[in-house]
């Protein structure tokens, strides 16, 4: 069966959030407010990452450094070989930083497609949003819309996530593996949904005879 996953990155393939970990460990006060203003969609991520940025008083070497210390899903790579071996497309969305993934790819290797925001560093950080798009303005990286461009030919759509970002891609998914907020949150919607707490999970249940949706 064609079948492409997309997958979150930010507490979906890292164990804990590097969003998170970098702001509580750099921002300084004020971060709250301003996360609090996008989790209830009054702020893009764009304006929201640009404020919270302003907050920061380290430079990437450090953020660079913390990320080096946040650990990995152990099935994440399992299963980047099961979707190799079956012929399976994977791509990451993220709506954090391309910096961030990078680094944490090339600590372990890892080589896939991914699609998030631009970190970079000029004297102060700046985000831009390269997979914006102007019909959403909500999103950095639209990952609906990004959805709708990969899918390509395949049967069989299926999304892995877990937080606010990930509550509309997963409903133009045809399956999702869900944890945290965004398992409640399909539950709520009626989306096809299976709880997983490690790719471990997700291997077991993924079969190349049977569709998911
Ligand atoms: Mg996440
Ligand atoms: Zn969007």
Redesign the pocket.
Known sequence: MKRVFFVDFDGTITKVDVCAAMVEAFAGDGWREINDLWEKKLLSTRDCANMTFKLFRVGLKEIKSLIEKIEIDEYFQEFLALCRNQDYKVHILSDGYDFCIETFFKKYGINVSYYANRLVYNDGFEVDTPYH?PA?G??GT????LMSKLRENAEEIIFIGDGYSDT?PAQNADFVFAKGVLYNFCLEKGVRVQHYDSFKDIIHRVTPESRLG
């Open positions: 798009n959403c909500q999103c639209c990952k609906k819309s509309c």
